[in-house]
């Protein structure tokens, strides 16, 4: 076995083809697809696991239309079904691992790769990229590595590698005007995920609630620095023998939850009955008896308002903003199994949950990622807006399809006209199964020619909302890691790589490029061929579209 010493030797000698910055799902299919195609590549992954969101908790897969879903996302959803040995059951596809299965899959197609990967290996800041003219010449990490390479990518939630290379990027919401996207902006109405009765801000003496911001809402169709609401996905179980009771953090204070008591009491006359665990918290059945569980109504365990900071953030900034999430989390569902203000019905189902002890065995079985649903965004020479998702939806450098709601959660919660507590910021709005191009992925060609960015790539917040699903992730990552080798075999920058010759080999590859039955079913066999599986034999998923969250 080499060891993670001589492989930072090895990367301390020699260059590399593509150097990727970011172990997410991303990173891996960007890594994965370069090795395949005769690079030389390195991983670098911060922190200490790998698949991002797709290992870290997001169990409960946001597919949108399934069958759109190709390329070496699709396989990992493939190699998940036979991980699950689900063609017993004339089935290929398994949608929900578990996140000890899906971490295990990316490592597995790595090796199998010859990706070199090297964990706790963050990115030295603020001066861990050098530049040589238009061209990142090498990257160098806290520990002292210095990786030098022809190509990078960053695949990190943050976009910090893109950041430091001096590519043009924001963060937050663009205003109505800006690109003249209707959903844009501070919203004026949010009908999704808010408090369905009144709830007063204040107490009795005028003081504001916990949990509840005294800034002004703004004024609607307005751009602001505000950020999506992060939480973490936590994976639980009611199965007994491999449940651990909800843990009580170390600073829990349950006032700070008063909002949340008032309202589940306020809602049991409006309901006739008293909420569920699964109306407080949405619940996503995933294999062995486990839930993925994430935010769901107007209090739950989105922490609204708290990661203002996080993209622009150092890293002990940002580290402190992820206990915050964690203690607020923890203490939620500490909460609704304990507090006597709970009511009965609810604290007994809220008690027969907890974390699953099989998950998450060195961080005290809670997710090893927070979910930062959005961060940096580049700002490219094409920027996707919200006409990419309704209505300019074909492009002719197309390498992928996303078919999601523009889904944006909560920014803020506020205290309205009338006194009472208002979220903002929710964004459920359908769309048609669209082409996403090429453009997105590269920087302004005056600016960086040997980046790519998959995931923090260029869009506005209402086509990111949609865009930023980890199987889109995967997608921009798979044609990412190709369009990295054709540009090192012709020596060209990113922003003139032979886009038929990209498109002419994901589709061989996998990729789906038109919602119609037979693209799916050429990408499917495209799948089997990697894996000599046979066909299957069982009823074509086509046409049923995914339940939506």
């Known amino acids: 076995m080499i060891t993670t010493l001589l492989l930072l030797t090895l990367a301390q000698q020699h260059n590399f083809d593509l150097v990727v910055y970011g172990g997410t799902a991303g990173g891996v299919t960007t890594a994965v697809s370069a090795a395949r195609h005769g690079l030389k590549v390195a991983l670098l992954e911060p922190r200490d696991h790998i698949g991002g969101m797709v290992s870290g908790g997001l169990s409960g897969t946001d ?69 040589q003219g238009g061209r990142i010449a090498s990257l160098s990490t806290e520990n002292g590595a ?48 808010q408090f369905a009765v009144d709830i007063p801000a204040r107490d009795s003496s005028g003081k ?31 199965v007994a023998e491999n449940r651990i009771p909800w843990p009580r953090p170390a600073n829990y204070d349950p006032a700070r939850y008063e909002i949340l008591a008032r309202y589940l009491n306020a809602m049991t006359p409006y309901l006739g009955r008293p909420l569920t665990f699964n109306e407080v918290n ?19 365990s989105d922490y609204i308002g708290k990661n203002y900071d996080y993209p622009e953030g150092s890293y002990a900034v940002r580290e402190r903003i992820w206990k915050e999430h964690e203690d607020y989390q923890k203490g939620l569902y500490f909460f609704l199994a304990n507090d006597p203000r709970v009511p009965p019905s609810l604290q007994e189902e809220a008690r027969s949950y907890g974390l699953a002890r099989d998950e998450y065995t060195d961080t005290g079985h809670w997710p090893h990622q927070l979910y930062v649903r959005e961060a940096r965004r580049m700002v490219g020479d094409f920027v996707a807006s919200q006409k990419d998702l309704q209505t300019d939806r074909s492009k002719p450098d197309v390498i992928g399809m996303g078919s999601y709601n523009s889904d944006s959660h909560n920014v803020q919660r506020f205290v309205n006209s009338r006194g009472f507590v208002e979220n903002e910021g929710d964004v459920q709005v359908p769309v048609q199964p669209y082409q996403i191009p090429y453009r997105v992925l590269t920087p302004k060609a005056s600016e960086v020619d040997n980046l790519l960015v998959p995931v923090c790539f260029s869009s506005s917040h209402i086509a990111y909302s949609s865009m930023r699903m980890e199987p889109q992730y995967m997608i921009l990552g798979h044609a990412a890691g190709v ?17 038929p010759a990209l498109q002419r080999i994901l589709r061989e590859e996998g990729a789906v490029f038109e919602y119609s039955p037979d693209d799916y079913q050429r990408a499917l066999t495209a799948i089997r061929r990697r894996f000599a599986a046979p066909p299957r034999t069982g009823p074509s998923p086509w046409g049923r579209p995914a339940k939506k969250d």
């Open 63 to 131: 597919t949108g239309r399934r069958e759109v879903i190709g390329g070496m996302a699709l396989e990992f959803y493939f190699r998940a079904g036979i991980k699950y040995n689900l063609n017993r059951h004339l089935q290929e596809l398994a949608w929900m691992p578990e996140p000890k299965v899906a971490e295990a899959i990316f490592r597995e197609m790595l090796r199998e790769a010859g990706v070199i990967l090297l964990e706790r290996h963050r990115l030295r800041q603020p001066d861990g990229v050098v530049r």
């Open 146 to 193: 210095t990786f030098s390479a022809r190509y990078f990518a960053d695949t990190s939630y943050e976009g910090d590698l893109m950041a430091q290379a001096k590519v043009s990027y924001t963060y937050g919401r663009e205003g109505i005007a800006q690109y003249n996207e209707s959903l844009a902006g501070i919203r004026a109405v949010t009908e999704q995920h």
């Open 208 to 238: 504001l609630y916990p949990e509840v911001s005294g800034a002004p809402r703004g004024t609607p169709g307005e751009g602001d620095k505000r950020i999506q609401a992060y939480n973490f996905r936590v994976i639980a179980t009611n």
């Open 282 to 300: 949405l619940l996503r059945v995933i294999p062995n008896g486990k839930v993925d569980i994430n935010n769901r109504n107007g209090f739950s």
């Open 483 to 499: 369009a990295a080798a054709l540009a090192a075999r012709a020596s060209s920058p990113v922003q003139k790589v032979d886009v």
